[in-house]
């Protein structure tokens, strides 16, 4: 599906609502393009002469990071410079008329300038105000400087990584900015639904990025409370459910899970085991617990014997859930991520194509769509302060003292 398809689409769920963008990176700006990709208007506010530190991070074409395409798509660009009065006061007229203001700056850096709560609710009772910082605005932490890369480890996530006994290793992607970014993106449709349906005023939503990570730690505090258990890393395995793991293959890996009683039946009569699959203590997930290193040597050698394909053909026809490791390649090559519209080709503002992922969720009456490509920095300036009111003169004279750019 090209950009052009998507953008024949009509509908949008968040028309009319209007969101102010500041902060930079990845967790403020990714909350920002969710919202643009279901239709609202996003204004990014970036430094002039520098923006948003993502234009440069990576992999660049063309004098522009490739990951800046996909991050700022459906976005305007306004190069404006909060650090001076006359930029805080053009900041300020725009959230007074904004739906939503999305930062993620450091605990009091908008107090600092004029932009704390306390004026910003005054100036606009119904504005939603999503803060994402490292610790949250509160708490002994809150001035410490944050990343996504601590928020993982405070989180509870970096210590389960990688293999036992062995330094914990990151997942391979700035996952806590993201997982931020979604928790503030939910609680930013939260607020507007209040607002809306309920009469409610505007309200800020506080996300913490060690927060955002440690919501989705499924049982590990409960299990630590209840029996003083503290999970530790283990690899590609999942601790307490059996078997779900990853096994070598002729040409590769292959991830297998079999850990429903019925599944585990069919899977073991595929691999030539129905010894196992027979088993009265291994009918359910405890007994398989109990003998999980067998069970998993078991299915190792059965695979180390087989390519990928052949493995997952054999499983797929004995209706056992199982997957190869995708690479970039393996994805873009898929049908299956095709069928689905996951791989966009998207026209850039420098003149090239690239193809970038879909859009999630998938909603039937009013879906996301590419809408308009990532903007350069402050191509949209002057439309947006005419929006307020500004005269061409006024504009000028901002650009001239480099309020503006």
């Given at each position: ?88 006061d053009i900041a ?22 004029g932009m704390g ?109 209840a029996f003083g ?177």
């Amino acid at each position: 599906m090209s950009m052009t398809a998507a953008h024949t689409m009509s509908a949008t769920a968040l028309q009319g609502v209007r969101v102010i963008e500041m902060g930079q990176l990845i967790a403020g700006p990714f909350a920002g393009k969710t919202l643009g990709e279901f239709g609202a208007d996003v204004i990014k506010i970036e430094a002039p002469g520098a923006g948003d530190p993502l234009r440069n991070w990576r992999m660049m074409k063309d004098g522009t990071s490739v990951w800046w395409q996909v991050q700022s798509r459906n976005k305007r660009s306004l190069a404006l410079d909060l650090r001076s009065e006359e930029g805080q006061d053009i900041a300020r007229k725009l959230i007074a008329e904004a739906d939503v203001l999305v930062e993620n700056f450091r605990p009091g850096t908008l107090e600092s300038w004029g932009m704390g709560w306390d004026v910003l609710s005054e100036l606009n009772p119904g504005l939603v105000m999503l803060r994402i910082s490292g610790y949250g605005q509160t708490g002994p932490y809150r001035d410490l400087p944050g990343f996504g890369a601590i928020g993982e480890a405070m989180g509870g996530l970096r210590h389960l990584t990688g293999e036992p006994g062995r330094v914990p290793v990151r997942c391979g992607i700035s996952i806590g900015d993201t997982l931020a970014a979604l928790h503030g993106t939910i609680g930013v449709l939260t607020a507007l639904y209040h607002r809306k349906v309920n009469g409610g005023r505007g309200q800020v939503i506080d996300v913490a990025l060690h927060e955002a990570v440690f919501n989705v730690m499924e049982s590990l505090i409960p299990e630590y409370s209840a029996f003083g258990a503290v999970r530790e890393a283990a690899g590609s395995a999942l601790p307490g459910i059996a078997p779900s793991n990853a096994y070598r293959c002729v040409d590769g890996y292959v991830l297998v899970a079999g850990n429903g009683d019925s599944i585990f039946k069919r899977l073991m009569q595929a691999i030539g085991r129905p010894d196992l699959g027979d088993a009265t203590d291994l009918a359910n997930n405890a007994g398989r617990v109990a003998r999980v290193d067998e069970i998993d040597a078991a299915i190792g050698a059965w695979t180390a014997e087989r390519t990928v394909a052949d493995v997952l053909t054999i499983l797929g026809e004995a209706r056992v859930p199982a997957g190869k490791v995708y690479t970039a390649k393996d994805i873009a090559e898929d049908p299956h991520y095709r069928a689905r519209d996951m791989i966009l080709t998207q026209q850039t503002r420098e003149g090239y194509e690239v193809e970038v992922p879909g859009i999630v969720p998938k909603l039937m009456g009013t879906p996301g769509s590419v809408r308009s490509a990532a903007p350069r920095l402050g191509e949209d300036t002057d439309a947006v302060l005419r929006e307020i009111g500004l005269t061409e003169d006024q504009i000028a004279a901002l650009r001239a003292r480099k309020v503006v750019a």
